[in-house]
């Protein structure tokens, strides 16, 4: 497991931009695949952006060409780059680190979850 800690959410117009940082604990922080997640009030928690341990991204088909997401393994940070906002992007943003695999047989240890962030977009 690893622990995180969002932050940069916050209270903007719509148009504007956000960049939400994702900092995690550990010396192996490098070897996790991630992702960003959303959830929106009466909504199912839905993933934003993904990244593999080798920088591999995939996104949302609704958010592609807004949403920029990316890593610093040195700083041990996820980021993610919020363009044109939406007020339908209104929601609370978690940082998701996936359970490592810990045997041949595909066993995992358990996922990781930030508190959230809270982004509201204002029309």
């Known amino acids: 497991q690893v622990q995180l800690v969002e932050s940069g959410g916050g209270l903007v117009q719509a148009g504007a931009s956000l960049r939400l940082s994702c900092a995690a604990s550990?010396?192996?922080?490098?070897?996790?695949?991630m992702g960003w997640f959303r959830q929106a009030p009466g909504k199912e928690r839905e993933m934003v952006a993904t990244?593999?341990?080798?920088?591999?991204?995939n996104y949302a088909d609704s958010l592609k060409g807004r949403f920029t997401i990316s890593r610093d393994n040195a700083e041990n940070t996820m980021y993610l780059q919020m363009n044109n906002l939406r007020p339908e992007d209104t929601a609370v943003y978690y940082c998701?680190?996936?359970?490592?695999?810990?045997?041949?047989?595909?066993?995992?240890?358990?996922?990781?979850w930030g508190q959230g962030t809270q982004v509201t977009v204002s029309s």
């Open positions: 990244i593999t341990s080798g920088g591999s991204t």
């Open positions: 550990g010396r192996t922080f490098s070897s996790y695949a």
């Open positions: 998701h680190a996936k359970g490592r695999v810990i045997n041949v047989e595909g066993a995992k240890a358990p996922d990781s």
